[in-house]
C-alpha cells in the first residue's frame, strides 16, 4: 500500500501563490495516472488536476490556467503550483493515485483513484 503525503498547505492573501507536494512511498509515476483533488467540508470532492504517464495534463474548469500540476519520477513526487488564488481555492487538498486506470478517463470524477493522502489544507483570504 502506497503512502502518499500532502505538504505546502498555509495561509495566503487572495492573487498569491503556493506549491503543494505529494511524495509517494513508492517508485511507481512512471506507472500511473496522478491527481489532486479538493474538498470543503460539506461538500462533494472535486478535481483540480490529472497529470498521466507521459505528462498530460487536464484540470478542472475553475482552474482556468492558474495552477499547473507536475511531477518529478526521480524524488517520487507530484506537485501542484498555484497562483492567482482566490478566496473560492480555499479547500483540503489530495493527492491520489489511479490504480485502476479508469481515473484518467474518468476525471474530474474520484472514480479509479484508490490511493488518497490525508490532505493540506489552503486557506485563501479575501
Known amino acids: 500500500q502506497v503512502q502518499l503525503v500532502e505538504s505546502g498547505g498555509g495561509s495566503v492573501e487572495a492573487g498569491g501563490s503556493l506549491r503543494l507536494f505529494c511524495a509517494a512511498s513508492?517508485?511507481?509515476?512512471?506507472?500511473?495516472?496522478w491527481a489532486w483533488f479538493r474538498q470543503v467540508p460539506g461538500l462533494a470532492r472535486e478535481g483540480v488536476a490529472v497529470?498521466?504517464?507521459?505528462?498530460?495534463?487536464v484540470y478542472g474548469d475553475f482552474v482556468k490556467g492558474r495552477f499547473i500540476i507536475s511531477q518529478d519520477n526521480a524524488k517520487n513526487t507530484l506537485y501542484l503550483e498555484m497562483k492567482r488564488l482566490k478566496p473560492e481555492d480555499t479547500a483540503m487538498y489530495y493527492c491520489?493515485?489511479?490504480?485502476?486506470?479508469?481515473?484518467?478517463?474518468?476525471?474530474?470524477?474520484?472514480?479509479?483513484?484508490?490511493?488518497w493522502g490525508q490532505g493540506t489544507q489552503v486557506t485563501v483570504s479575501s
Open positions: 491520489a493515485r489511479d490504480r485502476s486506470g479508469v481515473g484518467w478517463d474518468a476525471f474530474p470524477a474520484l472514480r479509479g483513484f484508490g490511493d
Open positions: 497529470i498521466d504517464r507521459e505528462g498530460n495534463c
Open positions: 513508492d517508485h511507481t509515476f512512471n506507472y500511473y495516472s
